[in-house]
């Protein structure tokens, strides 16, 4: 069975940096990408940053440049690196695995997800 464990949370203060990690375990279909989305209080979840297997990467505009995606395959892990934090990115991050099935039919994956609080 599929399990991804997320880790690195925690509480900062403004312009602080935090690290996100993502283990997958259990699957077995191809991975088409490796993602990071948010959910902020009174908010709907966002995509914050996707990495494809190809290694391309997607960034929302309020994280560009402060936030950098990165994975390592053969682990199976996702990596969020947060710099330059601010309390706007406040929210709890969940790790995503999308994974193709069969042609035209992909299946996600989750992290329990993990609570970042950037203080003022």
């Known amino acids: 069975q599929v399990q991804l464990v997320e880790s690195g949370g925690g509480l900062v203060q403004a312009g602080g940096s935090l690290r996100l990690s993502c283990v997958a375990s259990g699957i077995t279909f191809s991975i088409n990408a490796m993602g990071w989305y948010r959910q902020a209080p009174g908010k709907q979840r966002e995509l914050v940053a996707a990495?494809?297997?190809?290694?391309?990467?997607d960034y929302a505009d309020s994280v560009k440049d402060r936030f950098t995606i990165s994975a390592d395959n053969a682990k199976n892990t996702v990596y969020l690196q947060m710099n330059s934090l601010k309390p706007e990115d406040t929210a709890v991050y969940y790790c995503n695995f999308r994974v193709q099935v069969i042609l035209a039919k992909t299946r996600n994956y989750w992290g329990q997800g993990t609570q970042v609080i950037v203080s003022s």
């Open positions: 990495i494809s297997s190809s290694s391309s990467t």
